[in-house]
């Protein structure tokens, strides 16, 4: 066996998903086994995105009660009623849905943080439209 098939072999093995490779040429016999650390930092980003799930399902949801156009603030040009990172009570302001010229308010249900603003400024928005999680 050459020694640039040997390299590219073990660059090959390296990259993969492999823990162990057993290979045998001409009489050679090449094995090669990944660490158990190299294993356990490939399962760490899928452990990571399993995580983030189950955080992002323990948050409340606030929904949108109308039809119509939201407003992160009570005027042009204003600061955002909340942003992300925000703590908020229970009955504050989050947003502003317009609804046939009436300015509706829409109020956290919820104590806890702001992990994320669902809607656009001037979006139009649904009935039941996820508009905020709150964790």
Request: glycine residues 0%; aromatic residues 6%.
């Given at each position: 066996?050459?020694?640039d098939h040997l390299i590219k072999l073990i660059e090959t093995v390296s990259r993969s998903g492999l823990s162990r490779f057993e290979y045998?040429?001409?009489g050679v016999k090449v094995q090669m086994e990944k660490p158990e650390a190299v294993q356990v930092a490939a399962a760490l980003p899928s452990v990571e995105a399993v995580l983030q799930e189950e955080e992002t399902a323990r948050d409340q949801v606030v929904t949108c009660p109308l039809v119509g156009i939201f407003y992160e603030a009570p005027e042009e040009g204003a600061?955002?009623?909340?942003?992300?990172g925000d703590t908020v009570k229970k009955g504050q302001t989050l947003a502003i849905v317009e609804a046939m010229k009436l300015m509706n308010e829409i109020e956290s249900e919820f104590d806890g943080?702001?992990?994320e603003v669902?809607?656009?400024n001037g979006q139009a928005v649904e009935f039941g439209q996820e508009l905020f999680r709150i964790r």
């Open positions: 066996m050459e020694m045998e040429e001409d600061e955002p009623f909340v942003k992300v943080v702001v992990t669902l809607a656009e």
